[in-house]
């Protein structure tokens, strides 16, 4: 597929990227720098993907009150890591979207939740990598990690996206974490900071 820019002026095309789901592996993306600067390159999820080119991407940690946080199940018909036990919501930032636009689209998108961007807290940014040899998919990412306040289970999910989700408490999900037979249930992530973020702003 021949490469596209952000000098072409293609304004339709780029008014309908944040109206594409980001389940699609056509949805487009701004490709980045291995420093995260823009390139002015515009690909596919599914070419950054099986290219291994940077790109940005949003993760959502969702608390409540109760000390507990929120995981999603992945689909089990989802390329990687089917069925496994994952952060609130991940996404991808479409191409010409803000990380706050994008946060508030995949909240909605995977978990039915309205947001306004205020509601959004700003946690850090982090460099992730991660790869699939056997389907050619190699993610790098420069994720923006936002916390959002959530007292009910939401239940209009995305169901290409998410399984199940439910609320676990801190003590119990470190217990899991730390047995190597009930870890297996979680995407291989490091939560520690999921967690220690989300203790302190409770002992607030």
């Known amino acids: 597929m021949p490469e596209a820019?952000?000098?072409?002026?293609?304004?339709?095309?780029?008014?309908?990227?944040?109206?594409?789901?980001g389940s699609s592996t056509d949805e487009l993306?701004?490709?980045l720098d291995e420093h995260g600067e823009?390139?002015?390159s515009i690909r596919t999820k599914g070419e950054a993907h099986s290219e291994g080119l940077w790109h940005k991407a949003i993760h959502i940690w969702i608390y409540n009150s109760r000390g507990e946080i929120l995981l999603q199940k992945r689909a089990k018909t989802k390329?990687?890591?089917?069925?496994?036990?994952?952060?609130?919501?991940?996404?991808h930032v479409s191409s010409g979207e803000s990380f706050e636009e994008a946060?508030?689209?995949e909240l909605h998108e995977e978990l039915g939740i309205i947001v306004q961007l205020s509601e959004l807290k700003k946690v850090t940014n982090c460099r992730t990598t991660y790869d699939n040899p056997e389907h050619n998919y190699h993610s790098r990412e420069l994720v923006s990690i936002y916390l959002y306040r959530l007292e009910e289970l939401p239940t209009k999910l995305q169901t290409e996206e998410v399984d199940e989700v439910r609320f676990i408490s801190i003590d119990e999900l470190e217990r899991e974490l730390?047995?190597?037979?009930?870890a297996r249930k979680y995407a291989p992530w490091d939560y520690s900071d999921?967690?220690?973020?989300?203790?302190?702003?409770?002992?607030?």
Do not use: F, Y
């Open 5 to 21: 820019t952000n000098n072409i002026g293609e304004d339709n095309t780029r008014k309908n990227i944040t109206h594409i789901h």
């Open 29 to 31: 993306v701004d490709i």
């Open 38 to 40: 823009t390139t002015g």
């Open 79 to 91: 390329l990687n890591l089917p069925g496994l036990w994952d952060t609130s919501v991940a996404g």
């Open 103 to 105: 946060a508030a689209r």
């Open 178 to 182: 730390s047995n190597s037979d009930t």
């Open 194 to 204: 999921m967690i220690n973020t989300v203790k302190r702003v409770l002992a607030q």
